[in-house]
């Protein structure tokens, strides 16, 4: 083997060339280097003869120096396999956790199944989400430790690839010294190397430097990538559901044990308007959704509502501002009740009242006599035997056959309009006020609607859902968040589920007959009365009837007026003590008066109150003059009197809802606020962003570990211990000394970088070196520091 060696003693400035090896050659030269042993060979060749006499089965070469195969090394990829599963571990914990807990249920919320934990194992239902948080809990403390060992795992696989890299696999080699020392640094996380790499590439950079920083940042930028789309949240989880029981399903008063007092809801609703005020707050009075009055944020609510605070601001819903409430509408449980987490839905009803002022043309003739008609006449007339006549009459007439409800027995939303006509005359001075010859005409329409609606809860932001128009088959049972609501017996005896039909049959109804006073004068059509007795009346006939039918406030005092007479008393003129000393005590409630109270009565309208003098005191009868004062209301504004009798068909509503004869409805609510867990959020794009950057960057480091692995390699590591073995091997041409600019190192541009045989073919054992032109065989074995067993 012919060597050429052209080492020489290194100068400041002179460059340092390297020794060539020629792949053909049949002479050796006893100043051949070694890559690896330099000048250590013949010691090491002479221990080994000392400390392994006989070892015959040994391979020496030439020099006496023990071989070895080139071996493989596996630690690289139990690292990667060590790293990547806890970090996909962690990160689908995470991506589940976003939508469902890892057990039990397979969705947050509420998925009723009459067979699942939820319905008869409520521990169980919470443990689940408990065990949930701490999976939560686990995958961030995983995510922590795999973002903190990222960086480290990547630069040791990839010091352990460079190794692979700078042995010689290719046929024209370009890697320098300048550029294995650079792999060496692991200049992949120096941020000083980069610098360099913009200024002079070439002199610094390769191949799998490249490659190195790339899975570098890109597994550097996961974790930051991960914070900035993962965030968490607390939501409600169920816990386990309550119920309240006997509510009222529009399907109830059709039934036919439901019927016996028919006329209860009069009774009610008349009661109702004698005490109803503007300012009371209306539990049951909601409103749309889209409403709300949050006081901590009544600064925004006035800007949002043109400078202006909302009705239902301050006092709440109450029947004096039911016109200025965005769609109010009457449920019988308390406004803003919300279910939680299960969604659950009850009737509601609204009632919209326009009271108008018409002419005699508009007016129905003959209203007593058209059949079903509700129809009545109250007149009075004082002195009716002399020229100064004064009295009143009041006419009311709803012109249709109002034997029928207007109530279907659907749960769809239903819509009516009811009809009612008013003729009111007021003469001779008993107000300040009189009417028209003839009178003066008014007509009220009352719109009412009835339907379902979706109870606040959690799904549909803690808002009143609209008004269903119709109710879909199955919305709640088996697979819905919705659990059923009750059950209803027709009949026949057949069990129906709360939205399923039935067919209950209409009840009957009998007609009485009433009489007049002399003085005062009623007129009642036979149909009128037995208004009283339909089943399920409109709320603008239970109104009428409350106000003008038999027992109202006008029927009473005309038929027994000798029960309504103010008391005798006096007054002592020297200290005005009044005897009685309750003189002028409150003794009654006009219908709607407190509803009045706030119109301008100084027209002559009744207050609020009557007291034990109204009615006349010491034989004065002024009976008819306080009746007088009533009715001179109907008289007032329109648009005021609109608000009043919207206020009473909720009143009506609310009496038929509660007061019609149902002692126990058969709908059922079920609740369910749920319990506080925390749980990731992240958006779909999110999920599929650091998905793919996960699965590029662990599948990356997956096959470089797998090729190092299976690749037989010289050193474990591209090291110290490996760098100080090349630096031996160079030391001919580098020595030990201050050095102030690596950079003007020439001999590290030119010297080769890569590892290669340096030995002949036809050696038995392989010799390392820098340069060499042929490539390491795994199948052949290689001169060592020591012997391998």
Same mark, same amino acid.
């Given at each position: 083997m012919e060597f050429l060696d052209l080492s020489k003693r290194r100068t400041r400035n002179s460059s340092i060339p390297l020794a060539q090896y020629p792949e053909n050659t049949e002479s050796e030269s006893s100043r051949e280097v070694d890559a690896f042993l330099g000048q250590r060979v013949a010691q090491i060749a002479s221990d080994a003869r000392e400390t392994k006499p006989g070892r015959g089965d040994k391979v020496l070469d030439e020099h006496g120096q023990p071989a070895a195969p080139l071996f493989r090394s596996w630690f690289v990829l139990i690292l990667v396999l060590s790293y990547a599963i806890p970090a996909v571990l962690a990160w689908v914990i995470t991506c589940i956790l976003s939508f469902r807990p890892i057990s039990g249920p397979k969705q947050y919320g509420v998925i009723y199944d009459p067979d699942s934990s939820y319905y008869g194992g409520y521990a169980e239902v919470g443990n689940s989400y408990v065990r949930s948080e701490e999976w939560f809990r686990a995958a961030r403390v995983i995510q922590s430790i795999v973002s903190v060992l990222t960086i480290p795992l990547t630069s040791a696989v990839c010091s352990s690839a460079a190794v692979i890299f700078v042995q010689h696999h290719r046929s024209t080699p370009r890697l320098t010294i300048r550029q294995l020392i650079t792999l060496a640094d692991r200049g992949w996380v120096g941020p000083g190397t980069f610098g360099r790499l913009a200024i002079s590439w070439r002199r610094y950079g390769s191949s799998f430097l490249l490659l190195a920083i790339f899975l570098t940042i890109l597994g550097g930028i996961l974790s930051p990538l991960q914070q900035l789309f993962l965030s968490s949240k607390t939501i409600k989880t169920p816990t386990f559901f309550q119920s309240v029981n006997s509510l009222f399903d529009i399907a109830d008063p059709f039934l036919s044990y439901y019927q016996d007092r028919e006329d209860l809801v009069t009774t009610v609703t008349r009661n109702a308007l004698m005490s109803a005020t503007n300012g009371e707050p209306q539990s049951q009075l909601w409103q749309g959704s889209g409403t709300s009055c949050n006081m901590t944020e009544i600064a925004a609510l006035v800007r949002a509502d043109s400078f202006t605070l909302p009705a239902n601001c301050g006092n709440g819903n109450t029947l004096g501002n039911i016109s200025s409430l965005a769609d109010p509408f009457l449920a019988q449980l308390p406004n803003g009740y919300s279910t939680g987490l299960i969604r659950q839905y009850i009737p509601r009803f609204n009632s919209t009242a326009r009271y108008e002022n018409i002419s005699a043309t508009e007016y129905p003739s003959g209203c007593s006599q058209i059949p079903g008609a509700f129809y009545v006449q109250y007149t009075y007339v004082t002195q009716p035997n002399t020229t100064d006549v004064a009295g009143w009459n009041v006419e009311a007439c709803m012109p249709t056959d109002m034997s029928k409800s207007p109530w279907m027995e659907t749960r769809d939303r239903q819509d009516f309009t009811e009809t009612l006509y008013l003729n009111i005359s007021i003469y001779g001075g008993l107000t300040q006020s009189g009417t028209p010859v003839g009178g003066s005409m008014f007509r009220i329409t009352l719109d009412t609607t009835g339907g379902y609606f979706e109870?606040?809860?959690?799904?549909?932001?803690?808002?009143?859902?609209?008004?269903?128009?119709?109710?879909?088959?199955?919305?709640?049972?088996?697979?819905?968040?919705?659990?059923?609501?009750?059950?209803?017996?027709?009949?026949?005896?057949?069990?129906?589920?709360?939205?399923?039909?039935?067919?209950?049959?209409?009840?009957?109804?009998?007609?009485?007959?009433?009489?007049s006073s002399t003085i005062y004068n009623t007129?009642?059509?036979?149909?009128?009365?037995?208004?009283?007795?339909?089943?399920?009346?409109?709320?603008?006939?239970?109104?009428?009837?409350?106000?003008?039918?038999?027992?109202?406030?006008?029927?009473?005092?005309?038929? %027994?007026?000798?029960?309504?007479?103010?008391?005798?008393?006096?007054?002592?003129?020297?200290?005005?003590?009044?005897?009685?000393?309750?003189?002028?005590?409150?003794?009654?409630?006009?219908?709607?008066?407190?509803?009045?109270?706030?119109?301008?009565?100084?027209?002559?309208?009744?207050?609020?109150?009557?007291?034990?003098?109204?009615?006349?005191?010491?034989?004065?009868?002024?009976?008819?003059?306080?009746?007088?004062?009533?009715?001179?209301?109907?008289?007032?504004?329109?648009?005021?009197?609109?608000?009043?009798?919207?206020?009473?068909? *909720?009143?009506?509503?609310?009496?038929?809802?509660?007061?019609?004869?149902?002692?126990?409805?058969?709908?059922?609510? %079920? *609740?369910?606020?749920?319990?506080?867990?925390?749980?990731?959020?992240?958006?779909?794009?999110?999920?599929?962003?650091?998905?793919?950057?996960?699965?590029?960057?662990?599948?990356?480091? *997956?096959?470089?570990?797998?090729?190092?692995?299976?690749?037989?390699?010289?050193?474990?590591?591209?090291?110290?211990?490996?760098m100080m073995q090349i630096g031996a091997a160079m030391s001919d041409k580098i020595s030990l000394m201050v050095m102030t600019r690596q950079s003007h190192t020439n001999i590290l541009d030119e010297a080769p970088g890569w590892i290669g045989d340096v030995a002949d073919e036809h050696e038995k054992v392989g010799r390392l070196g820098l340069g060499a032109r042929r490539r390491l065989d795994p199948k052949r074995l290689y001169g060592c520091d020591t012997w391998v067993d």
């Open positions: 109870l606040p809860n959690y799904m549909n932001g803690q808002v009143p859902g609209s008004l269903l128009t119709t109710i879909p088959n199955n919305m709640c049972g088996a697979g819905t968040d919705c659990l059923t609501e009750g059950s209803t017996t027709a009949p026949n005896g057949t069990i129906y589920e709360i939205f399923g039909p039935y067919d209950p049959n209409d009840p009957t109804t009998g007609n009485t007959k009433r009489d007129k009642e059509s036979n149909s009128s009365a037995s208004a009283e007795m339909v089943v399920n009346k409109g709320p603008l006939l239970t109104t009428a009837l409350a106000l003008f039918g038999s027992g109202s406030f006008l029927a009473d005092r005309i038929a %027994h007026p000798e029960a309504y007479i103010g008391i005798n008393y006096t007054r002592a003129s020297d200290t005005g003590i009044y005897d009685p000393a309750n003189v002028g005590a409150c003794i009654d409630l006009f219908p709607m008066g407190l509803l009045f109270a706030e119109l301008d009565t100084s027209n002559g309208g009744a207050s609020s109150c009557i007291s034990n003098t109204d009615y006349g005191s010491n034989g004065d009868d002024r009976l008819g003059t306080v009746m007088a004062s009533w009715i001179n209301n109907f008289l007032g504004d329109t648009g005021r009197l609109s608000s009043i009798f919207t206020a009473a068909g *909720f009143l009506a509503n609310q009496a038929w809802m509660s007061s019609n004869g149902i002692s126990s409805g058969s709908l059922i609510i %079920h *609740f369910d606020f749920g319990a506080d867990t925390q749980v990731p959020t992240i958006s779909h794009a999110g999920i599929i962003i650091i998905s793919t950057l996960l699965a590029l960057y662990l599948v990356s480091l *997956f096959i470089i570990a797998l090729y190092t692995s299976l690749s037989p390699r010289w050193t474990n590591q591209l090291d110290a211990f490996a």
